[in-house]
């Protein structure tokens, strides 16, 4: 979870979207010696022709320097092993292309939200105190909490240590996974958990909401009061943990809003309907976005973007300054507007309306094209694959706004069509395509 996730959260979800769950899962058996395979040559490229020995020799010594002790460092050696098969998983993981309704509709199903409100019943006391101390509701937490893990039913099944070492002697983002590995064994070094109990996803994340090391290290809290931070077992330290990272690393702002479904005009103007654009309530209800039911907005100064995660001709949200600490937590937008939508049905919130109509997509390869497209008229798509990012959609509000179509940041076939037609338009006469 994270700052950074890579959109990871999301892959895992949907290996374990169909459990319901609402029980603690014990975590996996003790895992035998873990089994070394050969790195690949390129993964010594980043670190001077090193062998993965040499390398991990000087993780070693720069995890003393910053002050873990040679017994963890003894302890947790056995399970710093090379799996070029982790490696493949990262370099191969491909982030779905769904449309959010679709995703939304599996990810904050009924089960989720009753499973969420049951536990807040359940664990009402730590909830209780979470809110008091760091300002962040039971449903957010709980949200969270049942996309990440369901419950903890789903937390990962593979030797943590080997995934983070793997990953950082890989060179695809290897100082990030050098510090994770140092966090993890810090994790160890102050008696947190054990190296055989540290089991989770293939990239390295723990516990029932999946703290990467270093958000494990700096936001884990002892909530049950019997001396460690475990985020594997105690629902407590989950709760309490969970909200620390919520209110302090993502800067939670304690008693406003995050998401509610609004209802917008035919004739909004589209080129404002962006995360980056901010107006107070009052400006939002003079062009006429109400609540679903009709209701008027409340007319006050409280900063908030309309968000359409399928533009124009899907759903709603106006989403509040309290949004980014979803987009942080993993900048998705699919999955982020998922958990800002689940925690809102926690709390009480009616389900999204369906669409009229259905929402035409581009199929995958007419994605691809269209970012191909984008990227010779001068954009920053980031990776050309198929998924519809933030920056892809940023170009696709300007390209919009330039052959004068509604600028709500959802491609279309007119879209594409346009913008084949001035690549056509650009070609010298006689060239091939």
């Known amino acids: 979870m994270v700052q950074t ?45 090193a062998s993965f020995d040499r390398f991990l020799a000087d993780v070693k010594q720069q995890a003393v320097a910053a002050g873990v002790s040679q017994r963890t460092i003894a302890e947790a050696s056995p399970y710093l092993v090379y799996d070029q098969g982790i490696v493949n998983r990262d370099r191969g993981q491909r982030v779905f292309g769904q ?18 409100q049951q536990h807040i019943k359940q664990y009402a006391a730590a909830f209780a105190r979470a809110e008091k101390e760091y300002g962040v509701p039971p449903a957010v937490i709980a949200a969270f909490w049942g996309l990440e893990s369901d419950f903890g039913a789903n937390m990962g099944n593979l030797p943590t240590l080997k995934s983070l070492v793997s990953l950082a002697y890989d060179c695809r983002r290897s100082e990030m996974f050098v510090g994770e590995t140092i966090a993890a064994l810090k994790i160890i070094d102050r008696g947190d958990l054990h190296p055989d109990e540290m089991i989770g996803s293939w990239a390295g ?50 008693g406003e809003p995050w998401l509610e479904e609004i209802k917008v005009p035919q004739n909004l103007p589209w080129d404002k309907t962006d995360l980056t654009v901010r107006e107070p309530r009052s400006t939002w209800a003079q062009v006429g976005v109400t609540y679903p039911d009709g209701r008027p907005l409340p007319n006050d100064n409280l900063a908030a973007s309309v968000l359409l995660p399928m533009g124009r001709n899907g759903p709603a949200f106006m989403a509040y300054p309290n949004f980014a600490a979803y987009t942080e937590w993993n900048n998705s937008l699919i999955y982020s507007t998922t958990a800002g939508y689940l925690a809102s049905r926690i ?42 990012g933030q920056q892809s959609r940023a170009a696709v509000k300007a390209m919009q706004i330039k052959h004068g179509l509604p600028a709500d940041s959802w491609p279309t076939a007119e879209l594409l069509a346009r913008m084949r037609g001035a690549t056509a338009q650009a070609q010298p006469a006689g060239t091939l395509r």
């Not at 995703?103 to 009753?114: I, L, V």
């Not at 009061?225 to 985020?231: A, F, V, Y």
């Not at 709390?347 to 010779?376: C, I, T, W, Y």
């Open 5 to 49: 996730r890579f959109l990871i959260a999301a892959v895992a979800l949907l290996a374990c979207s169909a459990t319901a769950s609402a029980q603690f899962a014990p975590p996996p058996a003790k895992p035998v010696a873990p089994r070394t395979t050969a790195a690949s040559p390129r993964a010594a490229s980043c670190h001077n022709g």
């Open 99 to 116: 449309l959010f309704t679709e995703f939304a509709g599996r990810m904050a199903a009924p089960y989720r939200m009753q499973n969420g």
């Open 347 to 388: 709390a009480g919130a009616a389900p999204m309306r369906k669409p009229s109509a259905p929402v035409a997509q581009l199929p995958f390869n007419e994605l691809k094209e269209l970012q191909q497209l984008l990227v010779r008229a001068g954009f920053n798509v980031g990776k050309v694959d198929g998924v519809l």
């Open 205 to 254: 994340e723990l516990g029932q909401t999946q703290f990467l090391p270093v958000h494990y290290v700096n936001y884990a809290v002892d909530y049950d009061g019997d001396g460690r931070r475990d985020l594997l077992r105690s629902p407590a330290d989950v709760i309490g943990s969970t909200a620390n990272y919520i209110a302090n690393g993502l800067k939670w702002r304690r």
